[in-house]
């Protein structure tokens, strides 16, 4: 099978470029899979896991955010973070979790509800990706 050059790159610096048969993600209006010979586009990313399948097994990515730009042979991921599986720190996350969920359900007017909504997926989406690596 045809593989496509995938490349993640967060403020921190490059995480990972390698090539892979197909990457699925998640992008604002909905699921992407991207197989070599994909029209270009540019999409903005939500807060999801990014599953690159290479030949013999997938890897995931929590991805935070961003942009991605696909090309014929290329994909570009532009991200506000990414982490792989073994670099999230499982007792940050739940601390994140519990903190945002915390927030959310006290009925003050002072609370940034889409703040502490958006810092919740972000948790819940590196727990999923730990759990299901
Ligand atoms: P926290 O409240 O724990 O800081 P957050 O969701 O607000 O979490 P982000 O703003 O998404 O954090 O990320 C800030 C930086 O910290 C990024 O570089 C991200 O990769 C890293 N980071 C955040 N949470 C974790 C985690 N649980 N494990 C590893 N790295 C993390």
Redesign the pocket.
């Known amino acids: 099978m045809k593989t496509l050059m995938v490349s993640v790159v ?3 610096g490059p995480v990972m470029e390698d090539a892979f048969e197909m990457v699925s993600l998640k992008a604002e209006n909905g699921e992407l899979g991207i197989l070599h010979g994909h029209i270009p586009l540019v999409a903005p990313l939500s807060i999801g896991a990014i599953r690159l399948k290479g030949q013999d097994d997938t890897k995931r990515l ?1 991805v ?1 955010g961003g942009f991605v730009e696909v090309r014929p042979d290329k994909v570009t991921i532009l991200a ?4 792989k599986p073994d ?7 739940r ?2 979790k519990e ?2 969920e915390r927030r959310l359900q006290t009925k003050q007017d002072d609370i940034d509800f889409r703040r502490a909504e ?2 919740l997926r ?2 819940i989406n ?1 727990l999923d990706v730990v759990e299901n690596r």
């Not at 506000?80 to 982490?83: K, P, R």
């Not at 670099?87 to 996350?93: G, P, Q, S």
């Open positions: 967060t403020p921190d929590a935070n506000q973070s990414a982490e670099e999230i720190d499982v007792e940050r996350a601390k994140a903190r945002a958006n810092a972000r948790a590196r």
